[in-house]
């Protein structure tokens, strides 16, 4: 994890390249990277580990910051279903 401060954070969730990291993080989501893959990403404002839920139909799966979802919090689909996304799945979504 990142040791900055609550105010370089701030100015950072407020930039492009913030918006630029969580692209990143969604392409490679969309292409069906791998767990191992996954692992490797952090939220890009606070560099605390991401999580991961899937909708039942392995398609949708929403992302977001485990400390705080206003730095990461996003969902999206994606046509490749990996395998290991069964494991992170959490029933339907209303």
């Given at each position: 994890?990142?040791?900055?401060?609550?105010?370089?954070?701030?100015?950072?969730?407020?930039?492009?390249?913030?918006?630029?990291?969580?692209?990143?993080?969604?392409?490679?989501?969309?292409?069906?990277?791998?767990?191992e893959e996954f692992a490797t990403l952090y939220c890009p404002?606070?560099?605390?580990?991401?999580?991961?839920?899937?909708?039942?139909?392995?398609?949708?799966?929403?992302?977001?910051?485990?400390?705080?979802?206003?730095?990461?919090?996003?969902?999206?689909?994606?046509?490749?279903?990996?395998?290991?996304?069964?494991?992170?799945?959490?029933?339907?979504?209303?």
């Amino acid at each position: 994890m990142r040791d900055e401060t609550d105010r370089e954070s701030i100015e950072f969730a407020e930039t492009s390249d913030r918006f630029l990291a969580i692209e990143s993080i969604r392409e490679r989501l969309i292409e069906g990277c791998s767990e191992e893959e996954f692992a490797t990403l952090y939220c890009p404002v606070c560099g605390a580990v991401l999580s991961i839920n899937v909708h039942q139909n392995h398609s949708t799966f929403h992302v977001r910051c485990t400390r705080d979802g206003t730095h990461v919090s996003f969902h999206d689909r994606s046509d490749c279903k990996p395998a290991w996304w069964v494991a992170h799945m959490r029933g339907g979504w209303y």
